[in-house]
T-cell receptor, first 115, second 114 residues
């Protein structure tokens, strides 16, 4: 079946531009996570959705980062006024598990480069 | 805050030898410990996981052990093959914040030399 997909796969933005990154989770998965992975590092948690509700945004590094999942399926991560330190791979993951431990299925990521 | 430490950062082994990667976590409420394999430019893929009520789990050449008292867990790969070369991440999942998020280690780059 179809896995988690993300678009675009690569994005180059000039410093100060706004970007929008899209995640299509596996159909029916209630939980959706965004992670930021810097080069040579492990993914770091950004935010979590349960259906359309954003239950945890404690990992968002600044108020320039905003995420939404208005209909409980597709999610968008928006970064305003991009800075060089925002350059990273942004991973989306979805899970059928609502409240408990279970596998998260990752998308291929969007590599953002801010010049 | 929640933290996962992973060692070593790089590991080279001869084909056929064993590889061991170790992780330590800080959140005593963590109850699920997955291991992901990430090849260059690819998405992380789950290879094995263990829950806190189990001390050891094995799947063919891969095994994971968990010591809850010491708050550490390890990945063991036996009879390594060149296709095992990748970056491996451990993670711990807890719910102290109400979110079942993963806290990842910093990764181990495994090279299996033919």
């Amino acid at each position: 079946g179809a896995g988690v997909s993300q678009s675009p796969r690569y994005k180059v933005a000039k410093r100060g531009q706004d970007v929008a990154l899209r995640c299509d989770p596996i159909s029916g998965h209630v939980s959706l996570f965004w992670y930021q992975q810097a080069l040579g590092q492990g993914p770091e948690f950004l935010t979590y959705f349960q259906n359309e509700a954003q239950l945890d945004k404690s990992g968002l590094p600044s108020d320039r980062f905003f995420a939404e999942r208005p209909e409980g399926s597709v999610s968008t991560l928006k970064i305003q006024r991009t800075q060089q330190e925002d350059s990273a791979v942004y991973l989306c993951a979805s899970s059928p598990v609502v409240a408990g431990a279970g596998e998260q299925y990752f998308g291929p990521g969007t590599r953002l480069t801010v010049t | 805050g929640e933290n996962v430490e992973q060692h070593p950062s790089t590991l080279s082994v001869q084909e056929g030898d064993s590889a061991v990667i170790k992780c330590t976590y800080s959140d005593s409420a963590s109850n699920y410990f997955p291991w992901y394999k990430q090849e260059l430019g690819k998405r992380p893929q789950l290879i094995i996981d263990i829950r806190s009520n189990v001390g050891e789990k094995k799947d063919q050449r891969i095994a994971v052990t968990l010591n809850k008292t010491a708050k550490h867990f390890s990945l063991h790969i036996t009879e390594t093959q060149p296709e095992d070369s990748a970056v491996y991440f451990c993670a711990a999942m807890g719910s102290t914040s109400g979110t079942y998020k993963y806290i990842f280690g910093t990764g181990t780059r495994l090279k299996v030399l033919a």
